[in-house]
């Protein structure tokens, strides 16, 4: 079976990490992970910090910085290193996991992070693959019917994502998609979660494809009860 990491972050990008992407691949790397996904943060109080919030292309130039570098790594190691972003919209302080893109994608949609949830559901939602992270942590109100799918357990050690709810969303729409993610932003927190999956995943698409395709199995130690749960709900 192979092992994947669904959320993660880079110091070089998200301003809140604290680990080098090179050394997330090689910590995940130790414990035995075919790869992971790098998801780090993108919105307009990111874009403004880097000072290049009207220039679009000054911004991906800079935030595909950690995932370079975690991707050169991988690439040496022969790991999968899988490119994701963890996007949030102005209107809230929600935040969705984008799988089913690359560089390409990200630079010809500029400015995505202007967008509220609703219009970029309805732009996209036949092209990419949007998961709510840890829906629960940061708001009451989840709007399940613009996203594919729910982070049920979310690992990060340092927040109350309040994954019991995100269970009971789950339940309640079956259709959703349910993953998984240590959510690593510093030493500590990898290797808390993986999707375990018989087929080798090697870009975003194919991430996209196999959680689609519901073949793989939720790994989290921690949160086993909620994922016992989750494998009694159907797929509809």
């Known amino acids: 079976m192979y092992k994947y990491e669904l959320h993660l972050h880079t110091m070089e990008t998200s301003r809140c990490g604290h680990v080098r992407a090179a050394d997330q691949v090689r910590k995940y790397h130790e414990l035995g992970y075919?790869?992971?996904c790098v998801t780090d943060h993108l919105h307009e109080q990111y874009t403004s910090l880097m000072d290049c919030h009207d220039d679009w292309k000054a911004c991906i130039d800079r935030y595909l910085y950690g995932w370079r570098l975690a991707k050169a790594e991988g690439d040496r190691l022969g790991m999968d290193v899988i490119f994701g972003a963890e996007l949030r919209f102005p209107e809230n302080d929600s935040d969705y996991l984008i799988y089913g893109?690359?560089?390409?994608w990200i630079y010809e949609h500029p400015f995505v992070t202007r967008m509220d949830h609703q219009s970029f559901f309805d732009r996209f939602k036949d092209e990419v693959l949007i998961i709510h992270a840890h829906p629960y942590r940061n708001c009451d109100t989840v709007y399940y019917d613009c996203v594919h799918g729910l982070e049920v357990a979310n690992c990060n050690p340092r927040h109350d994502s309040r994954n019991h709810l995100a269970l009971a969303l789950a339940k309640a729409h079956p259709g959703l998609y349910r993953t998984v993610g240590s959510d690593a932003h510093r030493k500590?927190?990898?290797?808390?979660?993986?999707i375990l999956t018989a087929r080798r995943?090697?870009?975003?698409?194919e991430m996209k494809a196999l959680i689609e395709s519901g073949n793989y199995t939720l790994w989290c130690p921690e949160y086993e009860d909620i994922l016992k749960e989750c494998e009694a709900?159907?797929?509809?």
Do not use: F, M
């Open 101 to 104: 893109i690359d560089e390409k």
């Open 201 to 205: 995943v090697r870009d975003s698409y």
């Open 188 to 194: 500590g927190d990898e290797g808390r979660s993986a």
């Open 34 to 36: 075919q790869g992971l």
């Open 233 to 236: 709900i159907p797929h509809v």
